[in-house]
């Protein structure tokens, strides 16, 4: 995990808001924990669920972030095969996975 991930849980965690790089952003609430890259919300982090988005922004930087966040609060991560994005589980063994699409509610785990 890179730094800039490290940083992201980090403030996650600690319901921190405010500008970590050039590119990234992390706003709380009493509600809500919202991660910005590059002016787009790439996930918002509830007590319960977490939503995930691309914003169309399918590129190594958002999964690795998105990955960062899946990680440390779900039992999910996003895999690429062909340009395609896929939401799998990553504590089962099965190779079910499905279509990630923007706007997905993961079950918060931890």
């Known amino acids: 995990m890179r730094k800039i991930e490290k940083m992201i849980i980090e403030a996650i965690r600690n319901d921190?808001?405010?500008?970590?790089?050039?590119?990234?952003?992390?706003?709380?609430?009493?509600?809500?924990t919202r991660v910005y890259l590059n002016y787009t919300?790439?996930?918002?982090?509830?007590?319960?669920?977490?939503?995930?988005?691309?914003?169309?922004?399918?590129?190594n930087t958002t999964k690795r972030r998105l990955n960062a966040i899946l990680g440390a609060y779900t039992?999910?991560?996003?895999?690429?095969?062909?340009?395609a994005w896929y939401l799998v589980n990553v504590k089962t063994t099965a190779d079910d996975t499905v279509d990630f699409?923007?706007?997905?509610?993961?079950?918060r785990t931890m």
């Open 16 to 32: 921190t808001t405010g500008t970590l790089s050039k590119r990234d952003r992390v706003e709380s609430n009493d509600t809500e």
């Open 41 to 59: 919300k790439i996930a918002s982090i509830f007590h319960d669920r977490i939503v995930v988005n691309s914003g169309g922004w399918r590129t």
């Open 75 to 83: 039992d999910y991560g996003i895999a690429q095969r062909d340009f």
């Open 101 to 107: 699409v923007d706007g997905m509610s993961l079950p």
